[in-house]
């Protein structure tokens, strides 16, 4: 997880990018605990069939803006998000104000459309990847003064 970290504080590179798969419809989601993942429908990965709906192994950054984001395990280039998706579909349907009518049910996982409250998360589990005692402590200490 620290090695992925890592490269994701770094920045890909160009060949980093060229040799990723593509996630397409892409969303994020996160769970109880906290762990964000991405779900989309992905190309070019080196152990999936193309146009597989997948989810990702836990996401440690996501830069939307650039089109990448960084798992665990690999990087990932970024198509159109979900929600870009849906309004297209709505559109051509004629519907209006339909965000969020299409449904996606992962177990155990609850969608994530805030985009602070993701950048929240990625930053507390990036801290618990550093140094996990103080991240344990820090979450001890709010525990006991409830």
Known sequence: MRAALNAAE?????????GAPMLDCWRPFFSAQGTPILWGIVSGHPRLRDNDQITTSQL?????????ARTVSRW??????????????????????????????????????????????????????RNPDAADRAARDLREGD
Do not use: C, H
Request: proline share 6%.
């Open 10 to 18: 770094a920045g890909p590179s160009e060949e980093d990018l060229a």
């Open 76 to 129: 990932y280039r970024l198509a159109q998000p979900f929600s870009e998706f849906e309004a297209e579909l709505a559109e051509g349907l004629n519907m209006k104000n339909a965000t969020g009518f299409l449904q996606l049910d992962i177990p155990g996982f609850e969608p994530l459309e805030d985009r602070g409250l993701l950048t929240r998360l990625l930053t507390a589990n990036g801290e618990w990847i």
């Open 60 to 68: 440690v950054a996501l830069d939307a803006e650039n089109f990448w």
